[in-house]
């Protein structure tokens, strides 16, 4: 693209002029023929050109890191005078083409929105009516916008929800999600409703589905996943059925018994605490060492580590030649019901006995549960299973030290972290009471089963992958392997 150049007159001694070129936006700032401030703005950035008649002004709406900091909105608006009005015009729609059709997006998206003012700190709303909504305003989003009066009220409406949306966004923790993924689940046309994509808005408390969308450095930035929600592409996961007791349940980020429920589902008076709260249950957890007796069984795919781990160098390296995955690439589903379960509880056959005694049982997908804890360091989005890690009984001191370095996914290569991928597990409770947390909501402590449904559930992102980096063994490191 060549350099298309345009000026606005803010004032009578100020001007803007704006030069459109192949990757970036530059908007340099005239103060009395003098030139002031000058910023490029990579076209991801950009949200809106309009040229307005009434007025015969453009406004150029984008995203800005001020001082480095988070980002922020910025609206710039000035005159044209007559005889550059139609280059103004051609200008503006060269721009909205080159940062929205050239790379298959759709101008001015379709929202519901569905806020939840109880979630994290309770400060959901107040965020969305001052940073989140102003940007799709700016952006020409229409919105239809539901703030949940109760638990289960986004499950309810997603159910019977209109399949006419470009998106669903939380303004949430992954508790909505996980209700927005059921109600879909329940739909009249289940398959359809889960290829709404989802996109997070981070107000909860761990935010884990955000992280990992987003990365460790933007997973809590509100403005980053906003962005997200107008520019991010369909990207397709794997979800997990969950049966217990006859009744089946979507989940699409973790499933925890022992420890690692405790420290969620057991500290949830603490949710003043914001996300410390997790840190505090962990030491605490840690500290009582208290021993989970269940049963777990798997469906093993892999228990090498370093085989898990070469799997995601290898889709790393197809990364970077990929460009993110358009809707156009994977063709809706449609049907009455959802993919059927493969994995039958009465079925024996291929299924291993893990018979250690179990401190704790972790099982999903994501890298990042939580900003401290990366547990699934080599998950895939859509590889069709599901990382299970176990953590035994067999030391305090190993696993405190296994535990150390959780927040970048070292934890994995300790060779008292069991750690495997499956196409199915099951867990049997040995006791009567305990813990169980899916993505986080607390579930009846009884016997249930998970299994893989690939690719049935989208969500979008900027980068079509998990934005987590995998750290490597430090070299002369303990070889590990799985179970
Ligand atoms: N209006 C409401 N009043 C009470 N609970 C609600 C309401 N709307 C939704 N909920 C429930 O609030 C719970 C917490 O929400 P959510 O999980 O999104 O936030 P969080 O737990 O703070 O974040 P995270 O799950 O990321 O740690 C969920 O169980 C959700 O179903």
Redesign the pocket.
């Given at each position: 693209m060549s350099q298309m150049s345009i000026e606005i007159h803010a004032g009578p001694t100020s001007h803007f002029t704006l030069s459109l070129n192949a990757t970036t936006l530059s908007v340099q700032k005239t103060f009395k023929s003098q030139p002031t401030s000058h910023h490029e703005i990579g076209h991801r950035y950009i949200l809106r050109a309009q040229f307005k008649d009434e007025t015969r002004s453009l406004s150029l709406a984008y995203l800005a890191r001020k001082n480095k900091a988070s980002l922020g909105l910025v609206v710039i608006e000035g005159g044209v005078e007559e005889p550059a009005v139609s280059r103004a015009k051609a200008w503006a729609e060269a721009l909205m083409k080159a940062v929205y059709d050239d790379i298959g997006l759709k101008r001015s998206r379709r929202f519901m929105v569905f806020v939840?003012?109880?979630?994290?700190?309770k400060k959901g709303a107040a965020i969305f009516a001052r940073k989140v909504e102003p940007i799709f305003k700016a952006t020409g989003c229409s919105l239809e916008v539901l703030?949940?009066?109760?638990?289960?009220?986004?499950?309810d409406v997603c159910q019977k929800l209109p399949l006419e949306f470009d998106a669903v966004i939380?303004v949430?923790?992954?508790?909505?999600?996980?209700?927005v993924l059921n109600g879909f689940a329940k739909h009249a046309d289940p398959l359809k409703a889960l290829a709404t994509p989802v996109a997070p808005i981070?107000?909860?408390?761990?935010?884990?589905?955000s992280l990992n969308l987003l990365g460790i450095e933007e997973g809590f930035d509100v403005m980053a996943a906003t962005l997200n929600a107008i520019k991010g592409q369909p990207m397709k996961v794997d979800l997990f059925s969950m049966t217990q007791g006859g009744k089946r349940s979507v989940s699409f980020m973790s499933q925890a018994v022992g420890l690692m429920a405790d420290l969620?589902i057991g500290t949830?008076n603490l949710?003043w605490m914001g996300?410390t709260r997790f840190t505090y249950g962990l030491l605490r957890g840690l500290l009582r060492f208290k021993p989970c007796p269940v049963q777990l069984s798997l469906k093993l795919a892999e228990t090498d580590k370093e085989k898990m781990a070469a799997a995601v160098h290898s889709r790393e390296k197809q990364k970077r030649e990929m460009v993110a995955v358009s809707t156009a690439d994977s063709p809706d589903k449609t049907g009455v019901s959802l993919s059927p379960l493969e994995h039958v509880h009465t079925d024996e056959e291929g299924w291993t006995i893990f018979d250690e005694s179990i401190l704790s049982v972790y099982a999903g997908k994501g890298p990042y549960v939580?900003r401290d804890f990366m547990a699934f360091p080599v998950s895939l989005p859509d590889d069709g299973l599901i990382d299970v890690m176990a953590m035994t009984t067999s030391s305090r001191g190993d696993l405190i030290a296994a535990m150390d370095g959780a927040t970048k996914g070292r934890s994995f290569w300790h060779p008292s972290v069991h750690y495997v991928k499956a196409h199915a597990y099951r867990i049997k409770p040995l006791k009567a009471k305990g813990y169980l947390s899916v993505?986080?909501?607390p579930y009846p402590f009884e016997e249930f089963q998970v299994e893989v449904h690939q690719g049935m559930g989208t969500l979008l992102s900027l980068y079509g992958h998990y934005a987590a980096k995998l750290e490597f063994r430090a070299p002369g490191s303990r070889h590990t392997q799985g179970t």
């Open positions: 939840n003012p109880y979630g994290g700190t703030y949940t009066s109760r638990q289960g009220h986004a499950h939380t949430s923790g992954d508790g909505l999600i996980h209700e981070p107000t909860g408390s761990g935010n884990g589905l969620d949830d949710r996300e939580a993505d986080g909501e």
